[in-house]
Nanobody, 113 residues
């Protein structure tokens, strides 16, 4: 059974930092990533990383966020720096493998002024 367990969300002031973690179990995933959904908006890609460490970022987070993964631990991280109010949202871990795509339950990130 595949499980994605997220942690690390919270409330932070603008300009601050947070680190999100997503620990996967039950399968090996070719691509792992993070999506976010702001209230009233669609879920959109924030960043993703392949098991070969190729990365993609949304333009809005380039230079501020860094995605990394520890293949031995089957865990993906999202290091978020210089956070802005518009980064607020529910952040979902996503993992894609041979048997399909899976989602975590989401972790809330709130950036205050």
């Amino acid at each position: 059974q595949v499980q994605l367990v997220e942690s690390g969300g919270g409330l932070v002031q603008a300009g601050g930092s947070l680190r999100l973690s997503c620990a996967a179990s039950g399968a090996i995933f070719a691509v792992m990533g993070w999506y976010r959904q702001a209230p009233g908006k669609q879920r959109t890609l924030v960043a993703r990383i392949s098991n070969g460490a190729s990365t993609n970022y949304a333009d809005s987070v380039k230079g501020r966020f860094t995605i990394s993964r520890d293949n031995a631990k089957n865990t993906v991280y999202l290091h978020m720096n210089s956070l802005k109010v518009e980064d607020t949202g529910l952040y979902y871990c996503n993992a894609v493998g041979a048997y399909g795509a899976y989602w975590g339950q989401g972790t809330q990130v709130t950036v205050s002024t």
